[in-house]
C-alpha cells in the first residue's frame, strides 16, 4: 500500500508576519483530523522556514523523540537542559523530551532558514531527556527509543534503491525529484513522482523501489515498526 501525500495539502502554519511559515503533514493544533493523527511512530513532519532574525519562543515537549534536518542555513538551539548549539545542512539534531523539556529554536543567521523536524512517539514514556547532534550525519541514524530507522537517500537520475521492508515506512522528498513504486525487477519507469515536499506512506513491509528522477535528490526515509 502507498499512499502519496502531496505538498500543497500540507496544512498551513506558523506565523507568517513573524516570519515563520510552516507546513504540516499531520493533524496538528487547529488542523485537527483524526484520520491523519500519526503514521507508525510518526506523528509530525513539518517543513519550517524562518526568516533571518526569526524564531519560536520557549515552549514545552514531553514524551516525544524530535528529530530535526536542517536544508539550509544555521539552527540555533537552547534548552531548559542547558544545551545550545548551532545546527547546519548535512547535520542531525536530536531531542528526546521525555518527562519534559522547553527549548528555543531561532534564526540568528542573515539568510532564511529551512529545516524539517519530525516527532515521533517513543517506546516508553518518561525518563530523562536526552540531546545530541550528529555533526556530518551519513546515511543512517537508528532511533531505538522509537523504534525506528532513519535513512538519507540521494539517488542519482535512474538509480534504484531498495526501501527498507518495514511495517511503516515514510518517505519525504527534501529536494529534488524521485519515483516510488514497483517491486523488484521493474525497469524504473513506472511508480508515482514526489517533488519537495511530497510524500509517501507505505504500509504491509513489502519491497518497494525508489528511483532518482531527475537531478539532484535528497529523501528522508522513516522505516519504522
Do not use: K
Amino acid at each position: 500500500m502507498i499512499d502519496v501525500r502531496r505538498a500543497g495539502d500540507r496544512y498551513r502554519g506558523g506565523e507568517p508576519e513573524a516570519g515563520i511559515i510552516t507546513r504540516h503533514a499531520f493533524s496538528f493544533g487547529p488542523h485537527y483530523d483524526p484520520d491523519n493523527l500519526r503514521f507508525g511512530a510518526l506523528l509530525a513532519c513539518n517543513e519550517e522556514r524562518l526568516d533571518a532574525g526569526a524564531g519560536f519562543a520557549e515552549h514545552p515537549h514531553s514524551h516525544t523523540e524530535i528529530v530535526t534536518w536542517v536544508v539550509e542555513g544555521e539552527l540555533t538551539h537552547r534548552d531548559s537542559a542547558g544545551h545550545a548549539t548551532v545546527v547546519r545542512p548535512g547535520d542531525l539534531q536530536r531531542l528526546s523530551a521525555a518527562s519534559g523539556v522547553r527549548h528555543t529554536e531561532r534564526n540568528d543567521g542573515d539568510r532564511p532558514l529551512v529545516f524539517v523536524q519530525m516527532w515521533l512517539a517513543p517506546l516508553e514514556p518518561g525518563g530523562d531527556p536526552a540531546y545530541e547532534v550528529v555533526r556530518g550525519v551519513g546515511d543512517r541514524y537508528e532511533l531505538p527509543g522509537a523504534g525506528a530507522v532513519l535513512h538519507i537517500l540521494r539517488p542519482a537520475p535512474g538509480e534504484r534503491v531498495a526501501l527498507p521492508p518495514a511495517p511503516a515506512v515514510h518517505v519525504h522528498t527534501v529536494r529534488g525529484a524521485v519515483r516510488v513504486g514497483g517491486t523488484d525487477g521493474t525497469d524504473g519507469t513506472d511508480g508515482t513522482e514526489l517533488g519537495p515536499g511530497d510524500a509517501a506512506r507505505i504500509g504491509g513491509g513489502g519491497t518497494v523501489s525508489l528511483w532518482g528522477a531527475a537531478g539532484p535528490a535528497e529523501v528522508l526515509v522513516w522505516a519504522m515498526g
